[in-house]
């Protein structure tokens, strides 16, 4: 089965850093993007920011423009989230995305971390 492992995540201070990382594996036959979404208690899930598997091109949440940054691993499937100067707002459950074909089907499809908790105190 595809597995997405997530890590990084934890409690920092306003203005800490944070460094999150997903791995992905299992019966990938191509990736088109990788990408990292938030969900904050009573709010809905929303884009951070994703990268393009094929061209590079990334796109990132207006509110994090400038200070995250992603990038991603072709060699080892991998997407990390550079988070710094973090505040109180990036508090969230923090989620990878997997935008895929696997082996067995012909349609796109995405699959989900199980999420990995961000809290930033003031």
């Known amino acids: 089965q595809v597995q997405l492992v997530e890590s990084g995540g934890g409690l920092v201070q306003a203005g800490g850093s944070l460094r999150l990382s997903c791995t992905a594996s299992?019966?990938?036959?191509?990736?088109?993007?990788m990408a990292w979404y938030r969900q904050a208690p009573g709010k809905e899930r929303e884009l951070v920011a994703a990268i393009s598997w094929t061209g590079g091109s990334t796109n990132y949440a207006d509110s994090v423009k400038g200070r995250f940054t992603i990038s991603g691993t072709t060699a080892n499937n991998t997407v990390a989230l550079q988070m710094n100067n973090l505040k109180p707002e990036d508090t969230a459950a923090y989620y990878c995305?997997?935008?895929?074909?696997?082996?067995?089907?012909?349609?796109?499809?995405?699959?989900w971390g199980q999420g990995t908790q961000v809290t930033v105190s003031s």
């Open positions: 995305n997997l935008d895929f074909d696997a082996f067995w089907t012909r349609g796109r499809r995405n699959y």
């Open positions: 299992g019966p990938i036959s191509k990736i088109y993007r």
